[in-house]
């Protein structure tokens, strides 16, 4: 096989590859994290970059201009290595692999929220801190000729006469440290006992008294982002909180493409996928125990909470049948499994709960969410969306909960947006268009020039477009206003309309927004609003009946009600009826790490769901086609709006 | 680091290893197994290699004479590496890596033994066969729209309706299989249900009806060999069986070497020692396997009898403080481990379970010996005697057990003997010697030229020289009779006969016994006959009250009883009371196997035997000084054998 050397530029990294080697593969080998939402199937356009110098093969695409073909730009999906390479990776093709950008201030938000959760519940209920791991702390009498009972046999004996624990389980791990543990430490030692299974074991064997230190892991595994506290199990404090992309974006952008990927090359993308959302989540616990200073092996209990698809993946169980109808996954409820199952960095006999699934589409970030959200014990009849990669809805209150996930797709995310983007540095995050000049200002996070628009940037920017009548309520762009910002392309005769002109910008393209842009926006947001609807009318009511609505996921931080509303995506009831309650599914995991009743609960949660399958409900898809208008077909639902537009 | 490339010869092994390495750890690491009984410390003179061509430096040592030292005759573990080496390897250095000679012949016996035992069983208590694990067949309905629970939850409900199984554990290696199973093979699949530490557990899924093929297997971990049997768990057919060297002789032969050689290296040499038994047990199910046509995967359930140290190295927990007074093993009920924890080619989520040890001396092997002796539900007073590289005794009958271990030392399998080998072929088993001409006649195994002489051919020898006037009742040989095969080192004084001249041998060396050997022979076998004598005399008995002896362990399926008796190792009781077990270690795990109460019963008899520590039981010293003659010091005891000798 003829080997050719690819270097990647600015990073300098350098590969050695077979000829033939599709070249997004190639980056992923090198360790560079080019995006590409669509999982590589040359339809998303992200994974552009230039080749300087090298031969390659490649697919015809449209999501190239002339131009920029001929500045030597590249879909990387559709290119094969034929000789040595350069590479250039323009910067908007990278995924951001560090920390998300505003990490400080999510930190500080997740640690309050966290906090909150706690004290909430120990209050309202009083909650007991009761995890399923405990530490117990032994003196043995050395052995001598007349007591020579084995070591395992003078644990036993002890912890019966002291703890009254009558039968335990002495894991492989602990027993190979027993020995040594004890001598080296005059016969004083603490246990580690994990409940798991119907059984009592003994995970951990160490030496002395280290009864004040019990620490675990709550962990969201989003399709987009993981998010990782470390947890003091013994006052249920957040020691520290962190959060990174999942690696697995560089597979695809949504769950759909992550299964489709996963499905490919016979188990080794499966395996690979796991190993990266592994990895993401390894990178964590080690830079935070490093922070804090403790060991790994003292994470003694982990719960994780992510949709159908990421938990499948986690577990390396094929999702295949998650997307083909009866969309059926393997699991709902999974037992807790070891830690070095997962190959996580922790105690390798730690247990790994993963909160359960309802349904193929609604998973244990949601039945996390939902325990989080306190609507299980609540009268208040509750609206709880999930807006991250994909929309879960939860509708109900502590009697009934019913439950549904709409196609949103990515596209709050910036998925199937020309220019759309993460919530991360560069991101245009707020818009606001004049109402004269129809000009723009808007926001950078991170304040950097922009590099694309996020979620929050593109509900703004379309909410602005329809009320300065840059755009009709179809979601077409007003070619008569005849200002620079508007153009029309003459092949496709579709128009757009430009946010940021090049030289504004860090990546010196136009930020525009296209009439694509709009019917893929339009259409999620139709998806989550219809899927509401129709939730809300399978119990014989309507949204006047709502009484909360309960904002949970990525886009829900930044997210503003007014603009959401005015384009349709939440219905239009009183302001004071919205609450966001940011990453719910982590908070749940946090409540099911702190407590065995929060555990048993959640798969109460779980069992009381009751999942409609919108795909062939009955109405769903009339209800989907009237969403697809500004705000809506019926816009008597929507009074201020009606009002914004003077009509 | 400077590189030396080591031949060995005549293999035509090259290995590249750093100047100034142990040459005895080169040929180990070249996959060269030299015998080393004493685990490399220099005392057994057993590693003896030619170095052709080289240079090295070595220790001093008394192991080889002036003429070998001249031949170019080194032990390989007194020896490093200086420079590039041409290393000739003598084939009496080699252990026989491959199977045990006999395996044809003992293969025989043991499937006679173990189908005898298990008839035994059934007839005379009517066991069951009730083994850990079952098979169930299920045919789901597939899923719709309407019944879209998960694959996980589809199971168990049919397990419910079907085999009233109320909650049941599915391990991450089945949950992986679920999906493609179910759905490539139109929902009809086998569960392997396990049961072990309080949980009903999933360990494996096939697809179709697999119901007709359950496997297990039993395993006896010897010191010196293991023995596998692969056997059919639905009706306790032995379908295969096989035996070879424990790998870890290369590490020194007896329990202690082998916890010396554990100590070093800060728990590499703990991990290779559980590598290469676990290495020698894998040899053999992969030729079993595929001898049969089963996939290993399809082992669903294992049961190990060893020795404590035996068992603690398969566990790879630190087995030091056997030796160390108070003498005290971490485990005495070791709990059931998945197979993946040991790397054994099995089914990984198959359950080991070890026999119980009874303390640092008294391990699985004879537990599980006991309990295919069978002396726990007789009346009979029975002695137990089971005399493998170490000798464990055991006094009885259905209402008390009395048990101890003796410091035996290796030598009844040739370890520290001058000429001492293993059972193996060129083994001389057996020895007459003419009472006028003082000329020997012996048997060689395999019909080859003999290499050394094996625990039996030393019984008989020193019984013959007794009973020829060679040798007095002290173990010294009678100078004065000045025959060519009597000789007498200058320098020491010792005298040694001449067994077989170099002419006759494999070797062209003399094998020959010394007094020294005599010296250590005689110490085994005193202290085998005062461990009995303690033991009975405990109970307020004494031989004569002995109904029966079973000899069990890897001497016993050689041993002569007369010779036994002349020399002192076997009380001189009637012919009629012995019996031999052949290896009741083995018989045991297939027992416990196959059996769940048979597990209870040995853990049972593990709590029910009373260990008595001979090295502070008062009286045993004398009693042991006593035993150093032959046969005995009180010849009374030994009517027979004062017959013989014409007193």
Redesign the interface.
Known sequence: MEKCRVTFHPMGKVIEVNKGENLLNVARKAGINIDAPCGGKGSCGKCRVIIEKGEVTTQPTTELTPEEKAMGYYLACATTVESDLEVKVPIESLVETLKIVDAAEMKKKRHAVLENALEERIRAEGLNISPNVKKVYLELDP???DD??????RIKRALRGQENIDDV??T?NS??K???TL?NNDWKITLTLSNA???LEIINIEGGNTTDRLYGLAIDIGTTSVAVCLVNLLNGAVIESSSAYNAQVTCGADVISRIIYAGKEEGKNLNQLRKLVVKSINELIVEMVDEVGISPEEISSIVASGNTTMTQLF????P??IRL???????????P?KAS?FFLKANPEAYVYCSP?V??YVGGDITAGVLASGIWQSETITLFADLGTNGEIVFGNKDWMMTCACSAGPAFEGGEISHGMRAATGAIDHVSIDRTSREPKYTVIGESKPKGICGSGLIDVISEMLLSGIMDRRGKIVRELNIPRIRVDEESGLAEYVLAWAEETETNRDITISEVDLDNFIRAKGAVYSGCQTLIESMGMDFSMVEKVLIAGGIGSHLAIEPSVVIGLLPDIADESFSFIGNSSLTGSYLILLSQEMKAKVEEIAAQMTYV?LS?YPGYMDSFVSSLFLPHTDLEAFPRVKNLLGE
């Open positions: 052995p001598n000729l020579n009972i084995s070591d395992l046999e389980y002495c492989i027993m190979r027993l020995a040594n001598r299974n119907n059984n577990l390396a169980t094929d295949q049948y109808e009866p969309y059926i996954p393997t699991v709902t409820y999974t037992p499994i199952n699934n349904a193929s399958e062939v």
